[in-house]
């Protein structure tokens, strides 16, 4: 499996924004060949940092950079946010997995 972590340092008051994008395409991503499961990570207000982190989950390596060619990805991308919602620069992590546990797996 191969997991992609983006890690989006989002300003204040810009919350709510970032996550309507993700509810308004909510199911898109589900159709790419290779998928596996995606997961938004709010920060939790008493860490006192405001990086949200976007996992996607893929069945490989090529699974993932097949979604980033795709017309699918481009649309997803389109129209971002503008540059006061965030706090700072992003930061895109590609993990391999080694070791995977799991209850009821």
Sequence with gaps: ???????????????????????????????????????????DPESGAGVYIVLTHWQDKQAFENWVGSPDFRAAHQNPLPKEAFSGEGKLERHDVIIHSEVGH
């Design 1 to 43: 499996m191969y997991v992609v972590a983006n890690r989006v340092p989002i300003a204040e008051g810009w919350q709510e924004a970032f996550e309507a994008r993700f509810r308004a395409r909510a199911g898109q991503v589900d159709k790419q060949p290779g998928f596996v499961r995606m997961e938004i990570l709010r920060p």
